[in-house]
């Protein structure tokens, strides 16, 4: 039996990049998963891949920044899935300025993607996982929480994520819920292709420079950071709580 069969995972942002390879490794150790972004149209190819590769899974729309829009999914899910107890909490978006050139808006929408989004989806599926005495949330940070150029906005963000992290387990452990924190390094995503074009750098050029600077001298590929997800969401898990997992192929000499 594969290690999170009957479970329900629900993952934001995942029409593609790390969240869709997280729904797909999830899928692939036997949980339903709920394929959650912004417009449920572009939730199609990971749904589809989970399903032909034989998993379940459900394509829903929100923005995680809008209560309303949460509740209603998280609702969705347990509806049509029939529970939730995997939560991760990744949708992301970069707004990069350096401070002097940082607008309003670039940071309020860093803030609300990812610290008001991983508070409403966290509320809304505490619920449910309280009830059941059992639920796992892994949140995805980033080793910018540590500091990065150009992102006041963004690693202000991720290390909020850390905090945001280690509070909830503390609240929740009494009731069976662990949650933890996975910190990526540098993964090929479009994110990462669109940060190489802000710099115009060409992307396979961008990638090859920061995998020199990396102790295994490669960069990261989504599948990297959803196993390390798997793995928390897993029972395996079970006694780790309030831990941020860097992944990132080793620390910077
Ligand atoms: P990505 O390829 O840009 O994918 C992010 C996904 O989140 C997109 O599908 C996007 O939808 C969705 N999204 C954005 N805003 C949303 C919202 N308000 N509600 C629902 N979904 C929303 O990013 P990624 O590289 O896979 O990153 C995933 C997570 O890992 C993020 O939290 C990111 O900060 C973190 N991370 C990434 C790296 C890296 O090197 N790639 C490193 C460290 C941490 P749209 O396509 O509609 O915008």
């Not at 029409?15 to 998963?33: D, F, M, P, W, Y």
């Not at 749904?47 to 729309?61: F, L």
């Not at 008001?116 to 940070?141: D, P, T, W």
């Not at 006694?239 to 992944?247: A, K």
Request: charged letters at 15%; proline letters at 2%; hydrophobic letters at 50%.
């Amino acid at each position: 039996m594969s290690s999170l069969q009957g479970r329900v995972a629900l993952v934001t942002g995942a029409a593609r990049g790390i969240g869709a390879a997280t729904a797909r490794t999830l899928a692939a150790q036997g949980a339903a998963v709920a394929v959650l972004d912004l417009d449920e149209s572009a939730c199609v190819e990971t749904v589809d891949a989970i399903t032909s590769a034989g998993g379940r899974a459900i394509g829903v729309g929100a923005d995680v920044a809008d209560r309303a829009a949460v509740e209603a999914a998280v609702g969705r899910v347990v509806a049509e899935l029939g529970g939730l107890h995997i939560l991760v909490n990744n949708a992301g978006v970069i707004r990069d300025n350096m401070l002097f050139k940082m607008t309003d808006d670039d940071w309020d929408t860093v803030m609300n993607v990812h610290l008001r989004g991983a508070f409403l989806c966290s509320q809304a599926a505490q619920k449910h996982m309280v009830e059941q005495r059992y639920g796992k949330i892994v949140n995805l940070s980033s080793t910018s929480a540590l500091g990065n150029r150009g992102q006041a906005n963004y690693s202000a963000a991720k290390a909020g994520i850390q905090g945001f992290t280690k509070t909830l387990a503390i609240e929740l452990g009494p009731f069976g819920i662990n949650v933890n924190a996975v910190a990526p390094g540098f993964i090929a995503t479009d994110m990462t292709a669109a940060t190489a074009g802000r710099i115009g750098m060409d992307f396979d050029a961008f990638q090859k420079a920061i995998a020199d600077a990396v102790p295994l001298r490669r960069i990261g590929q989504p599948e990297d950071i959803a196993s390390a997800v798997a793995f928390l969401a897993g029972d395996g898990a079970s006694f780790i709580t309030g831990q941020v997992l860097y992944v990132d192929g080793g620390p910077r000499g």
